[in-house]
């Protein structure tokens, strides 16, 4: 079992950066995927990005591509999420989230995922 504990949310203008950080407990981690999703009020969870166990593989949500980056530290337990050029659209709950299937890839479906963090707030101001 790993615990996920997502920090690195805040406040914004548009145009900004943000990088959030999830760290997981437990040893393997390193066998997990790791997905990020986020969360509007009154919309549903969505997914915003994906990393394999290796991080050699990546996928992201049409509406970050070019803007987030997703990445990884096995040796640190830590998965990353660098926002870059954020939007208000952006703002929302992110959740960090560990796959712990092995598959084909990465998924992009939430139920896919076994662990998640508690949610760190993000918030982009026009």
């Known amino acids: 079992q790993v615990q996920l504990v997502d920090t690195g949310g805040g406040l914004v203008q548009a145009g900004g950066s943000l990088r959030l950080s999830c760290a997981a407990s437990g040893r393997t981690f390193s066998t997990y995927a790791m997905g990020w999703f986020r969360q509007a009020p009154g919309k549903e969870r969505i997914f915003i990005a994906a990393?394999?166990?290796?991080?050699?593989?990546?996928n992201y949500a049409d509406s970050v591509k070019g803007r987030f980056t997703i990445s990884r530290d096995n040796a640190k337990n830590t998965v990353y999420l660098q926002m870059n050029g954020l939007k208000p659209e952006d703002t929302a709950v992110y959740y960090c989230?560990?796959?712990?299937?092995?598959?084909?890839?990465?998924?992009?479906?939430?139920?896919?995922?076994?662990?998640w963090g508690q949610g760190t707030q993000v918030t982009v101001s026009s």
């Open positions: 990393i394999s166990a290796s991080g050699d593989s990546t």
């Open positions: 989230a560990a796959d712990s299937t092995e598959r084909v890839g990465v998924s992009i479906y939430a139920d896919h995922y076994h662990y």
